[in-house]
């Protein structure tokens, strides 16, 4: 390596072959999907494919019975319409939240290709794009600049933060390197390698680009977001609707197939003519038609609309407990995470050093000192700088921590004169110390305590009391510092050397706290059934301490650690054995995390992971559900699908619960419309056999249909968030949505509201005799509106119902406002429809008895339903 030749840069002959035989420092971009792509994107949905074989269907029947009366539907027109509307607005939904959610890799392309460098080319230092860097160039950098190619040191001394690649804290020395054997080292500790996408924080130097573009450590993340070749994972709650989806397609063919052929038996059986071929099929066509409608009919075309709006309604409230919500299938998934992969920087611990104790000479532990001379001398001994708002900022973490903590006891920038100081030396990394030198020959001493114990002659009390320091003293100190270095503290001893006599004033104990908040939050999470895995860039003793204070590792027995080596050596299928039983990966490289959340998925898992830096994008992207953090690079948080703002595993928990309490709102919500559903199948099934015309006018099925999608997704949408709800296991992956519970819910409800509608229907008992009043004018129409009050009232009552588990079916109802206004508005306006609404909804005004009548016997569902809850619960 000549220093010379390197300083002169490349000629523009040289850039010119370099550039056609290595390419440039330009990342691969992925094409940016328009508003209409991502518009006929979103027909790829079941549901929508659903919604629109049955338009397709309709609309085909609706032009045959131009052509063939006898075919026509009388509410064919409402019936389109209504479909039309479900298509666009749940299709709306989704294209309008997935244009805000375009291109997950945009952001690493904004945020590195439109930067510029500092290249030496024909021995004259140029302003170039970072992207137009070949690889031989000679860059110089300097504090402030951010590294723009993985590359070697060649010349100068630099600090570098590499947190947005490895998720550390802590600055990395780098020094310059006399040949290229780490030109190709992907090792971030590497002495002399720098890597793109690392801040320099002090010093400058100049680097020669070794690996650039796609090849660089920070290429290959990008490359892993831009691959389009990985098969994307479907997310887990849309899994499930398609398992809703087949049921009700088996169900509706089912009810369908069975009408039909009871149709064309039942119409020939009872026929008074004789039978032709043309009457036969005539009838045939009858029933064709009739399946038809029964099929479409079996459609909850609301759901994905509701689904949508109740996410919607959710994921805004989300804003104001720190969470941004950026793609809200991935945030519906998290109700049904049962792992989640977090970092252990800034989430579990609060993602900077502090000063939490000190180690007198004489091995005491003591919380603090208020010793002015100490102050001055982690003070005077420090680079960092006390901003406009009274922060320590500038220099190393540690630098600030110690100034911090002066700060918090008191000290301002007027407390030292700065005109006593002769020299002063930031942290040398060969002498692992930094060394203030006063005027009158005082030195103030910083750095590892093994290079200065050896030289301690006395030690100072925290009150400024000098003793001398003996064997037993030192010994004393040694074993204290074990201890701690066992509690992931990390070690710093302050000195002053003057007249031959060095004083140990302490040695201090700094370390990454672990959050307040996160040892409460990882207990509930266990108990939530989610594994909390800790994946860290830090050694593994910290990383075992971390997480045994955080309670990640509770039992040392059972529960896995492994490092970034043990994990290589194992093959897939040997991970996947031990990942039931992982908690902590120290030492982690970027593509750890993907291969983990990848492998995890391959289980079965609902994975969840957390990340702040670029090299967590990749498995952001990976994860059903990834975490990004509020303070963390851009990239990170277009690749996650939901942003924490405050850091916080806390808003991880509350993400959790809020996401349980949606895909709770969807069960009722499938309970509320499949009950009405499956009763208005079960009608249609018996019509032929009872004889009965079409029981619902055009302009009724129209309110019915408003009551079971928007009123209903409304109503629902709003449901209280329930602590409780942190206490069960998540649903599996390939759990059905339609639990048992749902499904007695259905059958029992449909079931009452059925022979509910016979009983009414048929005069059973003279139950209809009885509230048709004497004299009525049509007590065809009357009979009908009282079964349409019924049906109505009864649905109402059993949003009662299906808004708890539990008997007590008013829990928590005064915290859903929008359900009182909505569920007490349709019983009005039905109440109003039947009165005065005779001429549009083909009804006739009920007397106060028939609609009393109609109330009890509605009501009734709430009994019948409370017997079923407590047959399920036994």
């Known amino acids: 390596m000549n220093k010379e030749v390197l ?19 330009e990342l691969a971009k992925k ?205 887990t709650s849309s899994l499930k609707l398609e398992g809703v989806a087949a049921g009700i397609g088996k169900l509706g063919v089912s009810a369908a197939a069975i009408a039909g052929i009871l149709h064309v038996v039942l119409t020939l059986i009872r026929a008074d003519q004789a039978i032709t071929v043309v009457s036969v099929l005539l009838v045939i066509a009858e029933a064709v038609m009739l399946m038809a409608s029964i099929v479409i009919m079996a459609v909850p075309e609301g759901l994905p609309m509701m689904n949508s ?24 998934d998290s109700a049904y995470m049962n792992v989640l992969f977090s970092d252990k920087t800034g989430t579990i611990t609060q993602g900077n050093l502090s000063l939490v104790e000190l180690i007198t000479g004489n091995g005491r532990i003591v919380p603090s000192y208020q010793n002015k001379e100490f102050i001055e001398a982690i003070t005077l001994n420090n680079l960092a700088k006390v901003s406009a708002e009274g922060k320590a900022i500038g220099s190393n973490n540690m630098d600030r921590a110690l100034l911090t903590y002066a700060i918090q006891n008191g000290y301002n920038d007027s407390d030292n004169d700065p005109d006593k100081v002769e020299e002063i030396s930031g942290f040398d990394s060969e002498k692992k110390c930094a060394t203030v030198k006063l005027k009158n020959g005082l030195v103030y001493w910083k750095g590892a305590t093994e290079n200065i114990i050896d030289k301690v002659t006395h030690y100072m009390l925290p009150d400024g009391e000098e003793r001398e320091f003996t064997k037993a003293d030192k010994d004393k100190v040694e074993e204290q510092m074990h201890a701690q270095a066992k509690r992931t503290m990390k070690l710093l001893s302050v000195a002053k050397i003057s007249d031959g006599k060095t004083v140990l004033m302490a040695v201090l104990c700094l370390r990454d706290n672990v959050r307040t908040d996160a040892v409460e939050t990882v207990q509930i999470l266990n108990d939530a059934g989610i594994q909390v895995v800790m994946v860290t860039g830090d050694a593994e003793e910290t990383a075992v301490a971390i ?27 040997e991970l996947k054995k031990v990942l ?129 999608d928007t009123l209903a997704a409304m109503a629902f949408g709003g449901e209280p968030i329930l602590d409780r709800y942190m206490k069960e296991q998540p649903a599996k992956r390939t759990d059905n949505i339609l639990t048992p519970y749902i499904k007695s819910a259905i059958g029992v409800s449909a079931v ?41 009232y009864a649905i109402i009552f059993n949003s009662l119902n299906t808004r708890s588990e539990k008997y007590n079916l008013l829990e928590h109802i005064g915290e859903n406002k929008n359900f009182i206004l909505v569920m007490g508005a349709i019983f009005i306006l039905q109440t109003i429809i039947i009165e005065v609404g005779g001429k549009v ?19 009734l569902i709430i009994p019948v339903d409370l017997i079923r809850k407590a047959v399920i619960r036994r």
Request: proline share 2%; glycine share 8%; aromatic share 6%.
């Open 752 to 792: 009452f509201i059925t022979l509910g509608s016979i009983l009414i229907l048929e005069n059973i008992g003279g139950i209809t005799s009885w509230v048709v009043p004497t004299g009525c004018a049509d007590p065809g129409l009357y009979e009908k509106t009282f079964m349409f009050a019924f049906f109505i």
């Open 309 to 332: 709006l109740v996410q919607s309604m959710n994921t805004e409230s989300m804003y104001k407990k720190n969470i941004l919500v950026s793609h809200k299938a991935a945030f519906s």
């Open 547 to 573: 997480a045994k204070e955080a309670g990640i590792l509770a039992d040392e027995k059972k529960d896995v650690v492994l490092t970034h080596e043990e994990m290589e050596k194992l093959s897939d299928e």
């Open 31 to 235: 094409d940016t999907e328009s508003l209409w792509s991502m518009f006929i994107g979103a027909f790829d949905d079941i549901w929508i494919k659903v919604l629109c074989a049955a338009l397709a269907l309709k609309v085909i029947l609706a032009v045959l019975g131009i052509f063939v009366p006898a075919l026509s539907g009388g509410n064919d027109a409402v019936e389109i319409v209504s479909i039309v509307i479900a298509i666009a607005l749940a299709t709306g939904f989704s294209t309008l939240s997935e244009y805000r959610n375009t291109s997950r890799s945009e952001a690493l392309q904004e945020e590195y290709s439109k930067t510029y460098a500092k290249v030496v080319r024909d021995g004259k230092l140029v302003n170039i794009l970072t992207s137009e860097i070949v690889k031989g160039d000679t860059i110089l950098i300097q504090a402030g600049d951010k590294v723009p190619a993985d590359g070697l040191l060649f010349e100068g001394k630099i600090k570098v933060s590499q947190a947005a690649l490895n998720g550390e804290s802590r600055d990395e020395n780098k020094a310059a390197v006399t040949n290229m054997d780490e030109a190709e080292s992907t090792d971030y500790s590497s002495q002399g390698k720098v890597f793109m996408g690392s801040v320099v924080t002090s010093g400058e130097g100049y680097m020669i680009a070794t690996v650039i573009g796609d090849s660089s450590e920070l290429g290959k993340i990008n490359k892993s977001l831009t691959d389009t070749s990985e098969e994307e994972r479907k997310d």
């Open 7 to 25: 300083m002169q840069g490349l000629s523009g002959q040289q850039v010119g072959e370099s550039k056609a035989k290595y390419g440039t420092n």
């Open 580 to 708: 039931p039983n992982l908690r902590v990966v120290s030492r982690a490289k970027p593509l750890d995390k993907k291969r983990l959340v990848s492998l995890s998925q391959q289980i079965d898992n609902v994975c969840g992971m957390t990340g702040d830096g670029v090299n967590d994008a990749p498995a952001l992207k990976q994860a059903d559900i990834g975490f990004a953090m509020g303070d963390g690079t851009a990239v990170a948080q277009e690749a996650g699908d939901v942003v924490i703002l405050n850091n916080s595993l806390t808003s991880i928990k509350d993400c959790v619960l809020n996401s349980r309490t949606m895909a709770k709102s969807v069960g009722k919500f499938l309970i509320f419309q499949l009950t009405v559903n499956i009763s208005t199948l079960l009608m249609n099934i018996l019509a032929p056999i009872l004889g009965w015309t079409e029981p619902f006018s055009i302009v009724q099925i129209l309110w019915i249909n408003l009551i079971m």
């Open 841 to 859: 909804f083909n009804t006739t005004m009920l007397e106060p008895k028939a609609l009393l009548v109609s109330m009890a016997l509605a009501v």
